[in-house]
């Protein structure tokens, strides 16, 4: 039984900053892999880094690599999205979810079993 809940959204402005966090209630050490996701107002889920909690490699969608860091803590049972750079197209409500298996289908947010409720960043031009 784990529990996610996102923070750390909010607006910015083009080339901005932000850092959004994401805390895990429950048994952290049953989560193998992590993703943030996000969804934009009439468009679809989209996976926008993924992270192997054992291995720390990541995936990125190409729309975000360079700018975008995926990180985890084991001390603080959290993950992490450093976002640089940001832009207009950016703007969306940011995901985090979890699942125990390793091998999935790593930026498809409906491989994963658990999802917080979201944060919202609004990137302005």
């Known amino acids: 039984q784990v529990q996610l809940t996102e923070s750390g959204g909010g607006s910015v402005q083009a080339v901005g900053s932000l850092r959004l966090s994401c805390v895990v209630s429950?048994?952290?050490?049953?989560?193998?892999?992590m993703l943030w996701f996000r969804q934009a107002p009439g468009k679809a889920r989209e996976g926008v880094a993924s992270i192997s909690m054992a291995s720390e490699h990541t995936d990125y969608d190409v729309s975000v690599k360079g700018r975008f860091t995926i990180s985890q803590d084991n001390a603080s049972h959290m993950l992490f999205l450093q976002m640089n750079s940001l832009q207009p197209e950016d703007t969306a409500k940011y995901y985090c979810?979890?699942?125990?298996?390793?091998?999935?289908?790593?930026?498809?947010?409906?491989?994963?079993?658990?999802w917080g409720q979201g944060t919202q960043v609004t990137v302005s031009s």
């Open positions: 979810a979890a699942d125990d298996r390793q091998w999935l289908l790593t930026l498809f947010p409906t491989e994963y079993r658990t």
């Open positions: 429950g048994d952290f050490s049953t989560i193998r892999r």
